[in-house]
Nanobody, 126 residues
Framework: QVQLVESGGGLVQAGGSLRLSCAAS????????VGWFRQAPGKELEFVAFISWKGSSIIYEDSVKGRFTISRDNGLNIVYLQMISLKPEDTAVYYC???????????????????WGQGAQVTVSS
């Protein structure tokens, strides 16, 4: 059972930056693909970014391309989401999720991920 803990959320002005971290309790995390999702108030859960276990495959949702960067440090069992040029519409609770197998083409689907963190609030003021 992999436990995920997000950190790094907070309140930032538009144009600012934050870095979210997703730390795992288990060393097997290095073998897991990881996705970041977000949920804004009153909206559905939305895919943000994906990274394969080796980091060789990275995918972004269109609205965050060029502003968000996903990366991982398998030695530390951490996946990062660096966010720059933040906009008020990025305000949401951000979740990291992991699974040992995420089929190609299904990286966007929350249903493919077994393990989830508790979420980190990101609030961007205008």
């Amino acid at each position: 059972q992999v436990q995920l803990v997000e950190s790094g959320g907070g309140l930032v002005q538009a144009g600012g930056s934050l870095r979210l971290s997703c730390a795992a309790s288990d060393g097997t995390f290095r073998n897991y693909a990881v996705g970041w999702f977000r949920q804004a108030p009153g909206k559905e859960l939305e895919f943000v970014a994906f990274i394969s276990w080796k980091g060789s495959s990275i995918i972004y949702e269109d609205s965050v391309k060029g502003r968000f960067t996903i990366s991982r440090d398998n030695g530390l069992n951490i996946v990062y989401l660096q966010m720059i040029s933040l906009k008020p519409e990025d305000t949401a609770v951000y979740y990291c999720a992991a699974d040992s197998t995420v089929p190609t083409g299904r990286e966007y689907s929350a249903d493919e991920y077994t393990y989830w963190g508790q979420g980190a609030q990101v609030t961007v003021s205008s």
